[in-house]
Antibody
Framework: QVQLQESGPGLVKPSGTLSLTCAVSGGSISSSNWWSWIRQPPGKGLEWIGEIYHSGSTNYNPSLKSRVTISVDKSKNQFSLKLSSVTAADTAVYYC???????WGQGTLVTVSS | SYELTQPPSVSVSPGQTARITCSGDALPKKYAYWYQQKSGQAPVLVIYEDSKRPSGIPERFSGSSSGTMATLTISGAQVEDEADYYCYSTDSSGNHPNWVFGGGTKLTVL
């Protein structure tokens, strides 16, 4: 059973960079799957941020593309998210997932505040 | 940008059939996925590739797709099915697909 676990700071200052890592266990990140980041602001719906393949190919949400970088570390079986120039609007629960297979982490709340 | 449109809310009595729709221009060509999310929990996949049910999901959950609309049907809805439901799909962009979630539908069973 594939399991995913998000980790990273729960508080980021405005204009800073949000950095999260997703550790994958029970399966290889080099399998033929796309690995995604999703976020959910408090009380709001789900928003797809982007995805990465083990080869390093990425697809991003056009509305976030200028600020997002997703990378993969096959040696550690994990992938990461960086979101730059954050504002309070980026406060959300951030999930990593293999969306179309139904594997999700439990999510981590990131608050943008000084 | 691509959008998937869902009704904000659906309400049924226990035992009735609940239908939640998802409208999108690319749905004739792209699969729809359906997620259930209960308060404070991560989403759970209930339907994939329009109509397939993952193991462990009750048979009362079914999915269909016709033209630009996908539908999640809960036959004989139970109180425990009360949750937010999201559809998920992609546009038809070739090399760089844009995946989107619908706005979500709050299902009330009472």
């Amino acid at each position: 059973q594939v399991q995913l676990q998000e980790s990273g700071p729960g508080l980021v200052k405005p204009s800073g960079t949000l950095s999260l890592t997703c550790a994958v266990s029970g399966g290889s990140i080099s399998s033929s799957n796309w690995w995604s980041w999703i976020r959910q602001p408090p009380g709001k719906g789900l928003e797809w941020i982007g995805e990465i393949y083990h080869s390093g190919s990425t697809n991003y949400n056009p509305s976030l593309k200028s600020r997002v970088t997703i990378s993969v570390d096959k040696s550690k079986n994990q992938f990461s998210l960086k979101l730059s120039s954050v504002t309070a609007a980026d406060t959300a629960v951030y999930y990593c997932a293999r969306i179309t297979s139904g594997y999700w982490g439990q999510g981590t709340l990131v608050t943008v505040s000084s | 940008s691509y959008e998937l449109t869902q009704p904000p809310s659906v309400s049924v009595s226990p035992g009735q059939t609940a239908r939640i729709t998802c409208s999108g221009d690319a749905l004739p060509k792209k699969y729809a996925y359906w997620y259930q999310q209960k308060s404070g929990q991560a989403p759970v996949l209930v339907i994939y590739e329009d109509s397939k049910r993952p193991s462990g999901i009750p048979e009362r959950f079914s999915g269909s797709s016709s033209g630009t609309m996908a539908t999640l049907t809960i036959s004989g809805a139970q109180v425990e099915d009360e949750a937010d439901y999201y559809c998920y799909s992609t546009d038809s962009s070739g090399n760089h697909p844009n995946w989107v979630f619908g706005g979500g539908t709050k299902l009330t069973v009472l």
